[in-house]
């Protein structure tokens, strides 16, 4: 079959720049056919970008058709972390608009430098804005993000909300202390002050559970 070649060991798949490999002709056969069932087979076109990276997806071929008034190249691309595989405009992956997969935004992020000359990062999931925190360095305010996508991307984990401070929401630090507190039924209820910010995080969350049902 057109698009699958014998190996040493297993079967290779090939569907314009993506390369998969199967331990069997038939999975690798199949694989092909629901590949050009669903996007048509990837046609060369105008200026080659197979392979080509933006952000978190990677560009696999053209479909052969043009989108929208400006007759937008439409190209079939790879989601990097997810290995999911839809169609979109070539201009606007090119352009960094969004796209997203499972509810996860996929628009270039980048730390805004605050007025200490910190970092501050911020992720947004399923169109809420979590707050990261304020880092010493822009690689790890980044580093920050990386690690929010993966949890969200791999197990569905969002963020501890926190505040500009870059504390856990409910968590302030007096002195070497973090203070731990609740608002309940519009008053703010005081949880005691902790040797440890760790320990003040899980007073918080025991508190959300007692009066809030939280997990």
């Not at 990097?80 to 839809?86: A, D, F, S």
């Not at 007096?174 to 007073?203: C, F, M, P, W």
Request: net charge positive; hydrophobic share 30%; charged share 25%.
């Amino acid at each position: 079959m057109r698009g699958v070649q014998k190996l040493t060991s297993g079967w290779q798949m090939s569907y314009g720049s993506l390369r998969e490999y199967y331990p069997t002709y038939e999975s690798a056969c199949k694989r092909r056919c629901f590949l050009v069932s669903s996007f048509g087979v990837p046609k060369k076109q105008l200026k080659e970008r197979s392979g080509e990276i933006y952000g978190a997806w990677e560009v696999i071929g053209y479909t052969g058709r043009r989108i929208g008034m400006k007759k937008d190249p439409e190209v079939i691309a790879r989601h990097i972390p997810t290995k999911n595989i839809r169609t979109m405009p070539l201009n606007s992956l090119i352009s960094g608009r969004k796209y997203s997969i499972d509810g996860f935004s996929d628009r270039p992020h980048h730390a805004s430098k605050t007025p200490a000359g910190k970092f501050a990062m911020s992720i947004t999931i399923n169109s809420k804005n979590y707050f990261l925190g304020n880092f010493e360095t822009e690689e790890l305010a980044r580093i920050a993000y990386n690690k929010a996508q993966k949890d969200w991307l791999t197990e569905n984990k969002v963020p501890i909300k926190k505040t500009d401070r870059g504390f856990p929401r409910g968590v302030t630090k007096h002195g070497n202390r973090y203070q731990a507190s609740i608002r309940v039924n519009y008053k703010l209820k005081y949880l005691g002050t902790y040797n440890t910010v760790d320990e003040a995080i899980a007073a918080r969350k025991a508190a959300e559970h007692k009066y809030l049902g939280g997990n």
